[in-house]
């Protein structure tokens, strides 16, 4: 689960992590009256969850909380598209405004569960204000990495280990090595799956900040953390995502396909998009319903997918274990006729209750046509296509 | 002989709520040897008039000899019956329960490094063995058939379309290992490489993975070195856009190495018969035995 940076920042706070004084505002009224509080150059940040912003406009300095007003007047309601989000972008409802620091070094540090390891690992670069993939890419042997030992945690010899790879001065060495323990504490003692500080700075007077924060919640995990369960903004995600959560499916929207597919299981789900592409059309989505999906459950399912305005065809494709076929078909039935929807279908159902499933389809009178099993379903998917034309 | 699992098998399940209960009755349906039921405040009843049920695993192992145990409790409780199972000194465990914290897995793996146990999942459909009818887990015994093709998989369902495959161009399975598809995982694709390997009855290897992670590119690394049994593999995902997951807590494209292209350049350099579609392992695999 993704959160806000305003939100991450209360969690750093919490732990005492330094950050830069800042504070959130819902309207450009407040946000001058932050700026005015802080004084000085501020910085306007726009709360979305999407990375790139900066890029786009989402972050900028001002120099008066008129100033302040003003951009944050053209930030709130509205939508930042960036390389991270779709073409419609993500609401814009809060901006942040934070002090303005004078940056000696820009540094990167981060936490990542590595699950070849099995422990959470720190990696730290001098590289700050860059994306680490791109470290990773151009100068690997920049990231210096340090795993966490899953009993004891992270011991101050490593955190310390880790500050002086990041050619720390000498007299915030020991400043930065309590962060870093600090920082370890947030990602285990809240579930996290990501923090990262990019950029982590060293000021001109010699203190370490973390200047931007990035934290993501294990989903999994959410179970014992009721208070940060709460951080969730549905409407930073996508609305058929939003649906899906609701409905405790595992769906992704994938921008631009126009084959909607149905699947159970998570594998079969990716091997179903790939063979939609093999076969000449984006996947519309990734979904998996899961092994003990309801006929309710089913019915959303099929009406998520119909409500993707990209989707022309659906792929079904089911391999039944714990799933029943035939409840699946009732549910598909169900909600095609509910919605009228004249969306050409391509079946494939083995496993439990196949036969059943098949025949509740091929009385259904829906437009359907069947398939025998994966291969059979890229070869008919494909015929079909053609007589849909178009491309992608 | 099949690997993991097998006649000797005496297993135990823990957890027998709905899912558990419909699991436990199709294995034993199955004709695998249950002997153990562990679920908290039915001790001394009897699952399905039969299995004697236990409050405690250490008391289920005393009492029945149980040797193999698979769990169906929820998400929460997962990472304490795991532990519960390896202190009884269960020779295998299987955890079939998806959803548990990876940061509860990071601490199993650590508490289980010297222990005697294998542990296979978290998030998995766990093992079968068609000839000893043996079966561990939630993989449907009625798509499999006795054979010499030994299955691994980080994915349920893939595993069971290769298991359907593989029938249709007549080929059986020794062994269908599925090892689960979250990140923090017990038994990789290179331990049950190496079972595979040294197993008489197993001729040859479908190996199933995914985007995430590089436990493919180790799994490579180990067939170039130590297997010389043929390989078909097949690597889901090629078409998942980078950093969204994919519904498995593993399955996330967060770097190159994650990438299905990468995986499979680093299989078919190890000499592996890498093929494009998942669609294609049982075509392939027949190719390959002639």
New interface residues.
Partial sequence: MNIHEYQAKEILDKFGVPTPHAEVASTPAEAKEIAYRIGGRVVVKAQVHAGGRGKVGGVKLVDSPEEAEDVAAGLIGSRLVTKQTGANGVPVEKVMIAETLDIKEELYLSIVIDGDVGAPVVMASTEGGMEIEEVAEATPEKIFRVAGDPLIGLTTYHARDIALALEIPAKAVRQATKLITDLYNVFIENDCSLVEINPLIITEDDKVVALDAKINIEDDALFRHPDLAQLRDPNQQDPLEQRADKADLAYVKLEGGRVGCMVNGAGLAMATMDITKAAGADPANFLDIGGSADQDRIEEAFKIIIDDDDVEMILVNLFAGIARSDVVAQGIVAAAKETNATVPMVVAMRGTNAEEGIQILADSGLNITGAPDLAGAAEVLKEKLLELGGSN | MAILVGENTRLLVQGLGR?GS??ANRTREYGTNMVAAVHPGRDGQKFEDEVPYFSTVAKAVEETGANTGVIFVP??FAMDAIIEQVDAGLELVVCITE?????D???V???IKDKPTRLIGSNC?GVLSPASKAKVG???GN?VQPGNVGVV?????????AI??LV?HGMGQSTCVGIG?????GTTFTDVLELFQADDETEAIVL?G??????EQ?AADYIKEHVTKPVVA?I??????A?????????II???AALASEKNKALEAAGVHVV?????IG?KMKEVLG
Avoid at chain 2, 99 to 103: A, E, I, R
Avoid at chain 2, 243 to 251: D, E, F, I, V
Avoid at chain 2, 276 to 280: G, I, N, T, V
């Fill in positions: 899912d419909f699991q998400a929460p959803g548990v914290p990876v940061l897995m990071v601490k793996m650590q508490y459909p939630i993989v449907p798509i998989s980080r994915s349920g369902t893939l595993t069971y379309e359907a495959q249709q598809g979250d990140p923090v995982h199933i995914e985007i995430g992670g590089i436990r180790l097949a889901a995902g090629s078409s998942a856009p950093g969204k997951r994919m519904g498995h807590a593993g399955a967060t770097g190159k494009e579609s998942p669609a294609l075509a």
